[in-house]
């Protein structure tokens, strides 16, 4: 869970440590929220026309991609990824599961959600900053998915950091000399 279970000499969590970690999941959670509506609303305005998305994604779109990949087919997926963010900080943002799981896991499924913003960022990055920074409002949702993005690494590392350090029984055994027979 990235900033789960940092605990002091008595085993406990720190009071500082839990509002942070409540904190920059609660952030991630609005941001994904935020992007899930920014993106949706697109995808939603395409639905009611009976139409793809906005011709300028199509012809963006076309050169990057297979030319059978459908036209909104990166929106859906950005608003996968954003649904995925979503669960998952509400998830996190329960008190009692970090309780009865090691949540320093749960960092290989934050790596992975970052992987996945970076993939969005990197999408609509090249779409909205370079051929067409005349859409603000997209230009501000392509923001969002880099912080985002930084934000779900951020607990990645953290996360990996306190695995690491956590004395898990199968590294150790990994990292422990053979002895000769």
């Not at 609660?26 to 998305?53: C, E, F, M």
């Not at 934000?151 to 306190?162: D, Q, R, Y």
Request: proline content about 4%; aromatic content about 12%; cysteine-free.
């Amino acid at each position: 869970m990235g900033l789960a279970s940092e605990s002091g000499p008595s085993g406990r969590t720190s009071f500082g440590l839990r509002i942070l970690r409540y904190g920059i999941r609660a952030l991630q959670l609005v941001l994904a929220l935020a992007i899930a509506g920014v993106y949706g609303s697109d995808v939603n305005n395409a639905r009611k026309q009976h139409r793809a998305v906005d011709s300028r994604w199509v012809a963006s779109l076309r050169p990057t991609f297979s030319p059978s990949l459908h036209a909104n087919s990166i929106q859906v997926y950005a608003e996968v990824v954003a649904g995925l963010s979503a669960l998952t900080s509400i998830l996190y943002l329960i008190p009692f599961l970090s309780a009865y799981l090691n949540a320093s896991l749960f960092f290989a499924w934050d790596a992975l959600l970052f992987i996945f913003w970076v993939a969005v960022f990197g999408a609509f990055g090249k779409l909205f900053l370079h051929r067409h920074p005349d859409l603000p409002r997209m230009r501000h949702a392509v923001w969002l998915d880099l912080v985002n993005m930084l934000l779900w690494f951020a607990t990645a590392a953290v996360g990996g950091m306190m695995f690491l350090r956590s004395g898990w029984p199968g590294l150790s055994k990994l990292s422990r000399p053979r002895a000769a027979a």
